[in-house]
């Protein structure tokens, strides 16, 4: 039997004796136990600071048009946006992509030589275009590239970005897509990196207010601190395969997803699939799975279809504006859903804490052929075992409450997507508490689950070996692979935390990682990079106050290999 902590003991009692009153008749009459007195009063947290505090919404040119773009198609899509309420649902950027500008006649530009929009295309240049869309109450997005020449063979910004961004900036530009080409000759990764972070600090100095979209079709972690979202994958395609190649592809990098700064699964192929005559119920069932994966894992919301007139069907409408789903992709918790469970095939349940005591989102997916049934436990969604309530996001309607399972029948390519409210876990307690005694509220992994009192192995869950650093061993901990995140519930209980970190002995050296320590947003501790030959790094904050303890391990800028990490003698203190 588990030993009781001093919350539990006091829950029990509080239990216990309410039990007695009960059966004693001393009641007022009501037979129903007490509400666990447990509450967050301490959520929802404000909205963060910054120019992409929630995933950005918006559309962009790419999907659907590809080349064949206009400044009449923009004004009319600005128009439509408005039209069709889907501004008001949320979206407000209008993004033109590649092909927008002239080709240079000697294919690379001259020292200085400006970027210029194509007469035949926008004939009185980009400046009206976003004054146009200003005036829709929207913003103007453009696309650009890092390299010579852009993906569809036209002039890039490389050497020039200064340049580019006081031109876009001047043009009343408010989001910049950047663009990977030319794949060949591959650049380096240095090259690359480089040359994102120049138009980055040019966008930065360029007096304007820009999002700053990267489209590396990769991730690399020197995008994190530079742009505001960055692609993961490579080119999505209007097909539910290439939906699921995307969210997996995604998922990888949960941890480093927050406010201003989000993994960008790619552009959405919603009303895509098919011409509207075509749309059967099961694309109609794909589209509403494929917004809620992106929803789920807070990724962008850019359109990708047509939204003109009867280009767009009003299911496709109605899908698009479903203000719950949105609302799971924009909570201002800002967490990226990760997979809580999967059967190993089709069948998986994502989840993320949302900004309010108790509230998680869930969606669980039936990747395959036929409709299946599929099951999660509040444990598996970091609630308190007990009984929760479950709303239907795409129903919008309640479902009453259930005991410790929910099941349901999820059709096939499809979701069930729910909002649950339960209990949180209790909060900490005790003058010591090991992080490995608690439940995580939140966890994402680079190697199988985080391991409690022992190493990461590899994939399978309790495969480690004893925690050790530089020969030391340690009996309490938590064994990650970079990247990772955990997130505890502290409630505002416990003053400090503590722990000895460092790259564990199991990889003979190798590997390198950063650790950090965020407390609501704020970075409390940052080691730099640590390698499997540097000290145990002692860690030791204050963390009076704090709502949401989040320990995230990076993979130290070059990639996964051996980032087997030890928060060894992780501790909280003081907790009330
Ligand atoms: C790349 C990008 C796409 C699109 C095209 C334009 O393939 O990944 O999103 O911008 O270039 O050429």
Partial sequence: ???????????????????????????????????????????????????????????NTWNTFSCNISEKLIQQTADAMVATGMQAAGYQYINIDDCWSTKDATGVRADGEALVPDPAKFPNGIGPVADYVHADGLKLGIYADRGTLTCGGFPGSEGH??????????????????????????????????????????????????????????????????????????????????????LQTNQAFAAYAGPNGWNDADMLEIGNFTTPDQETPDILTQYQAHFSLWAIMAAPLILGNDLRGSQMSAAVRAILTNPEIIALDQDAFGYQGVQVWTDGGDLSVWAKPLNASGARGVVMLNAGAAPADVTFDLSQIGLRDGSATARDLWAQADLGSFKQTFTRTVPATGVVALRVNGVEPLRPSGTQVYLSDLEWTYASNGLGPIEKDESNGASDPGDGTPLSLRGTGFTKGLGVAGPSVAVFRLAQSCSTFSAQ??????????????????????????????????????????????????????????????????????????CM
């Fill in 161 to 246: 970005e200064v340049q580019d961004a006081t031109t876009f900036a001047g043009w009343g530009v408010d989001y910049v897509k950047y663009d990977n080409c030319p794949p060949s000759p591959t650049p380096s990764a240095a090259e690359q990196e480089s040359e994102y972070q120049a138009m980055g600090a040019a966008l930065a100095a360029s007096g304007r207010a820009i999002v700053y979209s990267l489209c590396a079709w990769n991730f690399y972690e020197w995008g994190v601190s530079l742009g505001n979202l960055w692609r993961t994958t490579t080119d999505i395609k209007p097909t539910w395969d290439s939906v699921v190649a995307n």
């Fill in 1 to 59: 039997m588990k030993a009781l902590t001093p919350a539990s003991f006091r829950l029990a009692t509080v239990l216990v004796v309410s039990a007695v009153i009960a059966i004693l008749g001393c009641g007022s009459g009501s037979s129903s136990p007490p509400a666990p007195v447990d509450v967050d009063s301490d959520l929802p947290l404000p909205l963060a600071a910054g120019i992409a505090p929630t995933p950005p919404m918006g559309w």
């Fill in 501 to 574: 970190v460092g790259v564990d002995d199991a990889t003979k050296g190798g590997g390198s990682v950063v650790f950090q320590v965020w407390a609501d947003g704020t970075k409390l501790f940052d080691s730099g990079v640590v390698t499997g030959m540097s000290a145990a790094m002692p860690v030791n904050v204050d963390v009076t106050g704090v709502r949401r303890l989040k320990l995230l391990v990076t993979n130290g800028g070059d990639g996964a290999s051996l980032d087997r990490a030890d928060w060894a003698d992780a501790q909280l203190g003081n």
